[in-house]
């Protein structure tokens, strides 16, 4: 069975102020998903890795913008509910002990409850068990299972609430009929032609299109089959509501992206040809990056432009130019509206999937390093120089090297870089990021 690294995704769900923030800052602690040496990605704090005993799962915070009124209170809640049903594996929805039940936690819980997802009952602020246990037992008539008492502040019952969390997690690891099948996140801003692109793979109308930003509903799987082979589509699905903020569309747009990619082998961006590659385009790229994916950039609508001999060469190099950080995605040019190259795109799709779960045999792995030791004397710093003793792979998808050292700090980032390089130049790896852990190991036990 191939390994699979996808993370489960967990969404907290609750009204404002009852804590939602100070416990997805308390679980997530100081690792919080940003990305370093990676200009152009500024990250909200929506999305984080956190792991409890030796389950590792990607904690997603619906919240977005605070609402004023009650009415709009419980519409912005069904509206994260909704987003979290679509997208997380297990719901934690969050109540407040001081607060008591209110009304929008009942209509919330009637939704949670019959979308059948694993849902974990918690009730926040819960400084003192003595104290606030009867009221805790209150919330047992929202009907979604035991209420976990805990206070995010104080650190308190944290423990049982994630035993419980993490125990849906063997349910979802069956499933390994599936693996033979790729799955691929199509991924994008709004109005780039998502439906479009996978309406054209089926051949038929699936999902409903049309011009209107964000009219596409639910995150839906889609079976595709091609060259007698599977893929499974993740469509991001966009929002339906066009008076939405644009910082909250945004906020949204974020958290499906997430849910999507950590599902997923293979991202495909798809980015408009006539409007070159946005901000919005690098956000979600970086998410890609972040989670270790095989991605694809498709430019779409390249019927639409208007090209000379020069175009591919303009539009790859300003690709290149936004998304320094990832020079190893792949680029292909695509009209989800004519069909065009898009045979391409599932080569592309398949080639990028095994350079991802590639595996490169330790022998080979310690040639390389050692050619590129000699050709390239490995920085020093007072006197003192790094030496590079062996290196190993330990994990694919994204494929994973550990390098052991005399002294890590000696490492440079540009080091490791041309280390990359070298791999690459042998074995390709096109598609897909390599990540590199780095081990320090004394002189004595060489």
């Known amino acids: 069975m191939a390994e699979r690294r996808n993370r489960p995704v967990v969404a907290v769900v609750g009204r404002p102020n009852v804590g939602k923030s100070t ?8 690792n919080i998903s940003i990305v370093k ?14 792991t409890w005993l030796d389950k590792t799962f990607t904690l997603i915070d619906t919240g977005g913008i605070e609402p004023d009124s009650k009415d709009v209170i419980l519409s912005q809640m069904r509206e994260q509910a909704q987003i979290a049903i679509d997208t997380a594996d297990v ?6 002990v001081k607060q008591g039940l209110v009304d929008a936690d009942a209509k919330v819980a009637d939704m949670l409850r019959r979308s059948h997802k694993p849902v974990v ?10 104290k606030f246990m009867s009221d805790v037992y209150e919330f047992y008539s929202l009907g979604i299972g035991d209420p976990y008492a805990i206070s995010a502040a104080n650190r308190l019952g944290l ?3 994630l035993d419980k969390v993490i125990s849906y997690f063997k349910e979802m690891e069956g499933g390994e009929e599936e693996e033979d099948r790729i799955r691929v996140a199509i991924v994008g801003k709004p109005n780039v032609g998502k439906s479009s692109l996978i309406n054209k793979l089926l051949g038929e109308n699936r999902l409903i299109v049309s011009d209107i930003a964000g009219t596409t509903r639910d995150a839906v799987d889609t079976e595709v089959a091609h060259n007698g082979r599977e893929y499974i589509f993740i469509d991001t699905a966009g929002l339906r509501r066009k008076n939405k903020v644009k910082e909250e569309l945004e906020h949204f747009m974020v958290i499906r992206t997430v849910g999507a990619v950590e599902r997923a082998d293979v991202v495909v961006l798809l980015i408009d040809a006539l409007e070159g590659v946005t901000e919005q385009d690098a956000k979600i790229a970086g998410i890609a990056h972040d989670r270790g994916k095989a991605v694809i950039i498709a430019v779409n609508k390249w019927d639409a432009l208007e090209k000379d001999d020069k175009t591919i060469y303009r539009v790859t190099e300003k690709v290149r130019m936004t998304l320094s950080y990832m020079p190893y995605a792949e680029i292909v040019f695509i009209s989800a509206k004519t069909g065009q190259r898009l045979p391409k795109l599932f080569d592309t799709i398949d080639m990028v999937s095994e350079n991802h779960a590639m595996r490169v045999a330790t022998g080979v792995l310690n040639e390389i390093l050692m050619e590129a030791v000699a050709l390239q004397q490995p920085p020093s710093d007072k006197g003192k120089q790094l030496r590079l003793y062996y290196i190993t792979q330990v994990a694919v998808k994204p494929p994973t090297f550990v390098i052991f050292v005399n002294k890590k700090e000696l490492m440079h980032f540009s080091y490791t870089r041309y280390i990359e390089n070298q791999i690459r130049e042998t074995f390709g ?3 897909t990021p390599l990540r590199f ?10």
Not at 23 to 30: T, Y
């Open 159 to 161: 423990g049982d609430m």
């Open 121 to 130: 009952l918690v009730v926040n602020k819960v400084d003192s068990f003595s």
């Open 23 to 30: 416990l997805f800052n308390v679980l997530a602690g100081g």
């Open 429 to 431: 790896f096109r598609g």
């Open 37 to 50: 040496d990676t200009p152009g990605i500024t990250r909200d704090r929506i999305y984080a890795d956190v």
């Open 91 to 96: 719901i934690i929805f969050l109540v407040d």
């Open 437 to 446: 852990i780095i081990r320090e190991r004394g002189e004595n036990e060489r």
